[in-house]
């Protein structure tokens, strides 16, 4: 059964950094992109970072130069470097296997979710 697990998220002051995970078993987990995806109060879920396979990636524009997503295949693991944190970056943070082995902006692409983990930046 393909199973992704968030952690990492916490408390942060604005300029922080957090380091997220997703570790991903039960599935090939080499094969699949594996995008980050954050949900603020109130609002619309919305794409971050994506990464492919072959480990290309790709960046929103409100995080370019902040966010660096990596893989770990040896580990199952996806990775979301977030460095100087800002207030409206709060939210949760969910990471997703690409159903059609593509990086997309469009969460309807992506089959299978993990629980999130909650990223809150406040001082």
């Known amino acids: 059964q393909l199973q992704l697990v968030e952690s990492g998220g916490g408390l942060v002051q604005p300029g922080g950094s957090l380091r997220l995970s997703c570790a991903g078993s039960g599935f090939s987990f080499n094969y699949y992109p594996i995008g980050w995806f954050r949900q603020a109060p109130g609002k619309e879920r919305e794409a971050v970072s994506c990464?492919?396979?072959?480990?290309?990636?790709t960046n929103a524009a409100d995080v370019k130069g902040r966010f660096t997503i990596s893989r770990d295949d040896a580990k199952n693991t996806v990775y979301l470097q977030m460095n100087s944190l800002k207030p409206e970056d709060t939210g949760i943070y969910y990471c997703?296997?690409?159903?059609?082995?593509?990086?997309?902006?469009?969460?309807?692409?992506?089959?299978?979710w993990g629980q999130g983990t909650q990223v809150t930046v406040s001082s």
């Open positions: 990464i492919t396979s072959s480990g290309s990636s």
């Open positions: 997703a296997a690409s159903s059609n082995f593509y990086c997309s902006d469009d969460n309807r692409v992506f089959g299978s």
